[in-house]
């Protein structure tokens, strides 16, 4: 069952989507600079100890703990949303297309198009009592940033609505954390060795975020015209056989 729906047309072209979302949320200029700091928290050490390579196996379960804890959360998102849009099967059309709507707005907030709107609203209250409350600091994460990566949240958010099912919204969004978790995982044990890339990345900026919010106008473009529907049948023509089972 888990199977065929993972394998279905809509979930086939949105899973990737979501996995890109996540990235780009990690590197965006208000998670990636914090990211360091945020290792030092979940895991108890300081930063001189984490660039030298100490105690790995902790910095490695520290920050699989903060990747659960907002995970958590993200794929309750993810639930409510799908499960909303089965609730609301009648009307998804209309409110897949407002939502459309907004994944542009929000794209061209991304990309620094809507004066007004680039504020980084967060929380910055955090806690140094290591890997016991890594959990917890990973739901304080999901909540305090979400006003901050809202924009690729959001649309991810939206196409777990047009799932209309609560168990495809939840595997949606936790592809989301896998794009987000993985690389803030690989910078907690590999972070020694990529302190050029980290320097590249911030130097990009700019271009990362216009990139990011282009994809948001773009998935938001294919909403509103109804083209995401047709190409989730079309990529369904591509799974010979299939038969939804939610």
């Known amino acids: 069952m888990i ?13 990737p989507l979501a996995v890109v979302a996540g990235l780009i949320s990690f590197l965006s ?3 990636l600079p914090l990211a360091p700091g ?16 100490a105690k790995k196996s902790r910095v490695l379960l520290g920050s699989v703990l903060f990747v659960l804890g907002f995970s958590v959360l993200f794929v309750s998102y993810g639930v409510a949303f799908g499960g909303l849009g089965q609730a609301l099967l009648k009307w998804q059309d209309v409110i897949t297309r407002v939502l ?9 907030v991304f990309m620094g198009l809507v004066p007004g709107m680039q504020r980084e609203w967060r ?8 890997l016991w409350s890594a959990p917890f600091l990973g739901v304080l994460f999901g909540l305090g940033w979400t006003p901050c990566i809202g924009p690729t949240l959001a649309a991810v958010q939206t196409l777990a609505f047009t799932e209309a099912s609560a ?4 595997i ?3 592809a989301y954390c896998v794009g987000l978790g993985v690389p803030f995982i690989l910078l907690g044990v590999l972070f020694a060795r990529v302190g050029g890339a980290l320097s590249w990345v911030k130097r990009h900026y700019a271009v990362i975020m216009r990139v990011g919010g282009a994809l948001l106008v773009v998935i938001g473009i294919l909403l509103v015209t109804g083209v995401w529907n047709d190409l989730t049948i079309w990529m369904r023509t591509l799974v010979p056989g299939f038969e939804t089972v939610l």
């Open 123 to 130: 929380s910055h209250r955090v806690t140094t009592f290591g």
């Open 29 to 31: 200029p208000c998670v």
């Open 100 to 108: 459309g709507v907004l994944v542009i707005v929000m794209g061209l």
């Open 167 to 170: 168990i495809r919204g939840a």
């Open 3 to 15: 199977t065929d729906t993972v394998i279905s047309g809509s979930l086939l072209l949105a899973l």
């Open 38 to 53: 945020y290792l030092s928290y979940v895991t108890g050490l300081t930063g001189a100890e984490i660039a030298e390579g």
């Open 172 to 174: 949606l969004s936790l």
